[in-house]
């Protein structure tokens, strides 16, 4: 609680958050179905890449020793003994002044030394069945020859544990004949959204009354940090709507719950009071966030209590709710990509407190990117509109109190 009074660090809050996380369970997966997901065991191929030899052209397989000299005005011929397009299985011999035609990523044969491409040959594809007269000689034995386990052995290390499976880490593990990975299991959540204002998106709304939006915020936030939604509703800031709720989530095997609203210091603060056995109510030296609720239940659920603003909500997602998503499915990077850029235009700050400011990046010169707030009005956390400009937080030191343009700032990147 350094430099700002009675204010917990924002560290100091994620560490007790992180202390809690429990591991889910690890489930084996299809690859077809483990998109998205995290390596609960270290990824090793299971079959070399390449599996065999292979052509990396179009062409010819030769002996090198016949084709060394070949050049257009010494043109080599040789006689096409055999055909391989990809996928056979022969073998064929070669002897001297013989050729093989090729495709690329068909086995080579085991007689040949090189690779003449089409391109090298007078006739090219046209003239590639009979009799061949090669102009280019190949510069080495092996030329156009992918080695069987250039890339990857059997049994080597493809993926550490700990890593989120994407299109790119599925293709590697089913090159190396990996069918099924070992991953940790979608974390389950219900997002609960608490006001009495609170009206669904579209209808109607009488004085007083505004669209409910952190459900569509926060259910969309933890299926991206992985997690299933199990339960979505919203409750009354008074009956007992929200134990109610608590129960549902619970019954329905609810790893982690998301409340929005009702933690501050106002008069119906429904999750402070009907929690305040379980759940620690901080201020948290951050703006927007200050009022943040943790605690978890006797069957284990975690409980994030973040305020309403959907900013507020947006920002307390990422700083706290997220690495503890990640930190449940054993992923090895916790946190968001950050870079440092120049700001475009200046903004204030709080005082003592660490900003987030949703962000915009200007991307127009590739050499310099520049941020700027990705809304006119400042970085007030009621400001939901802004949120769809916003592709990134703006992170301000609690010890500065205005950003000039031009000062470099830390960003962190939200995709
Ligand atoms: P609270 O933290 O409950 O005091 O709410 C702070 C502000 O956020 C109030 O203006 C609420 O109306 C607004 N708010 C709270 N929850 C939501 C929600 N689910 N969707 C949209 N706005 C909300
Ligand atoms: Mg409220």
Redesign the pocket.
Known sequence: MTGTGSLREVEEQLALVLARVRRVETERLPVSEAQGRTLAEPLRAAIDIPVFDNSGMDGFAVRFADARDASPGHPVSLRVVADLPAGSPLDPPIGPGEAVRIMTGSAVPTAAEAIVPFEDTAGGLADSLGTISVVGAPPAAGTHIRRRADDLAAGDLVLEAGAQLGPLQLSSAAAGGVAEVVVARRPRAAVV???A??VPPGLPLTRGQ??????ELLTGLARGAGAEVVLRT?VDDEGDGLTTAVAEASALGADVVVF?????A?AY?VVKNTLAGTMEFAKVAMQPGKPQGFGVTADGMLLFGL????VSAAVSFEVFVRPALLAMQGRAQLHRHMVRLPAAVPWRTPAGRRQYLPAAIDRSDPARWTVRPATAGGSGS?L?GGLARAEAFAIVPAEVDAVAAGDAVDVMLLS
């Open positions: 959204s608490t006001g204002e609170l505004i669209p409910e939006s952190n459900t919203t929005s609203g009702g933690v501050s106002g603060e305020p309403g603003n959907p009621h939901a």
